[in-house]
């Protein structure tokens, strides 16, 4: 699996953005995908998720102002992104779960596509 995530810029507070993260190679074996912001010297914080079966959450600090989607045929994932504050600010990575079973013991492996910067002005 490849994730590439785009999107990413300079937006004054109040303003919007929409992420996108195509995916391709071995895409049926993913159960699940999100979005994930880092900032200097912190550690990669989760900011939305969502199943193959359509099942979303999103962090508490996001709720009400980015929703998390994906669009099957287009094999990309979204992160709409309003009311953006300069909190908001970090490097945005988009991660994919690939999901394989063997021997009745389900393994996950993560990857992760490379960041893409959101700066949010005050």
């Known amino acids: 699996v490849q994730l590439q995530a785009s999107g990413g810029g300079l937006v004054q507070a109040g303003g919007s953005m929409r992420l996108s993260c195509v995916i391709s190679?071995?895409?049926?074996?993913?159960?699940?995908m999100g979005w994930y912001r880092q900032t200097p010297g912190k550690q990669r914080d989760l900011v939305a998720t969502?199943?193959?079966?359509?099942?979303?959450n999103h962090a508490d600090s996001v709720k009400g102002r980015f929703t998390i989607s994906r669009d099957s045929y287009a094999n990309t994932m979204y992160l709409q992104m309003n009311s953006l504050k300069p909190e908001d600010t970090g490097v945005y990575y988009c991660?994919?779960?690939?999901?394989?079973?063997?021997?009745?013991?389900?393994?996950?492996?993560?990857?992760w596509g490379q960041g893409t910067l959101v700066t949010v002005s005050s």
């Open positions: 991660n994919a779960v690939r999901t394989v079973v063997r021997a009745g013991i389900t393994y996950n492996y993560p990857t």
């Open positions: 969502i199943t193959n079966g359509g099942t979303k």
């Open positions: 190679g071995n895409i049926g074996s993913i159960h699940a």
